[in-house]
């Protein structure tokens, strides 16, 4: 008769910023590590955050996570490459005027696209103007060669990408970046979704380094609720 409510955990969209102590921002800094030492024979540089579906937290979990790899002296730049539903500018609350779509359209400079340390030791570009053909725009020789730009400066790209099973951007930027990470919302997406986006994301180039779980239920998923997304404790 009942409605079981299902609360969602208590996440702040720039954790590991607002609060350095909590449970969760202390699973950025083990993802963090994860991602940096997994890989053994590649150089993890360019990493990009995707998921089956939309609103599995791709873009919180990107913006925390590049924010704990300059907290560990990597020099980083965060890319929103989410043109099709851009919202990292507003984690940053920036504007959205200039970014990679025009960018790599040539419409404007990289020095121009830049937004220089929106947090101490992090860049951004923003998704820029919403383009008709996103997928072209990202699959250009011009997007590679701004990625090979950008290589030369930064230690760490990490690009906030759509999600995987709803359109091929993902995979066009999982076959230039060197590793992917699968968010996973923990209480809402179907397995069958996870098996298909993993198998997508396993037939490019970029090696697959894992599944991030996020907002799960402590009550219901046991053990693995604490890998991310646990209600703060401190
Ligand atoms: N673990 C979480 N607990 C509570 N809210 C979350 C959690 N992860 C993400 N959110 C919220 O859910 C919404 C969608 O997250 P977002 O990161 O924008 O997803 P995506 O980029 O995959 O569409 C945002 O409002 C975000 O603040
Ligand atoms: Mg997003």
Redesign the pocket.
């Known amino acids: 008769m009942f409605k079981k409510k299902t609360r969602?955990?208590?996440?702040n969209?720039l954790e590991i910023v607002n609060r350095p102590k909590s449970v969760i921002s202390e699973q950025f800094r083990t993802l963090r590590t994860n991602v940096l030492f997994t890989s053994s024979d590649v150089h993890m540089k360019k990493i990009i955050v995707t998921?089956s579906e939309?609103?599995?937290?791709?873009?919180?979990?990107s913006a925390n996570l590049a924010i704990s790899f300059t907290q560990a002296g990597y020099k980083t730049i965060l890319i929103d490459a989410?043109m099709r539903?851009p919202?990292q500018h507003k984690v940053f609350e920036m504007m959205n005027v200039k970014g990679l779509s025009n960018l790599v359209a040539g419409q404007v400079q990289l020095v121009d696209a830049i937004n220089k340390e929106v947090q101490p030791g992090l860049d951004f570009i923003s998704a820029g103007p919403i383009p008709p053909n996103p997928a072209e725009i990202l699959g250009s020789t011009a997007m590679t060669k701004l990625l090979e730009e950008l290589e030369t400066v930064y230690d760490i790209i990490v690009l906030?990408t759509p999600p995987v099973l709803a359109v091929a951007d993902s995979q066009i930027l999982g076959n230039m970046a060197d590793g992917s990470l699968l968010?996973v919302n923990g209480r809402k997406t179907h397995r069958d979704k996870v098996i298909d986006a993993k198998a997508q994301l396993e037939k490019c180039t970029a090696k697959l380094l894992g599944v991030v779980l996020?907002?799960l239920n402590k009550k219901d998923d046991g053990e693995y609720y604490y890998y991310y997304?646990e209600k703060e404790k401190n």
């Open positions: 969602r955990n208590n996440i969209q998921s939309p609103s599995e937290g791709k873009s919180t979990i989410d539903k919202t906030d968010v996020n907002d997304g």
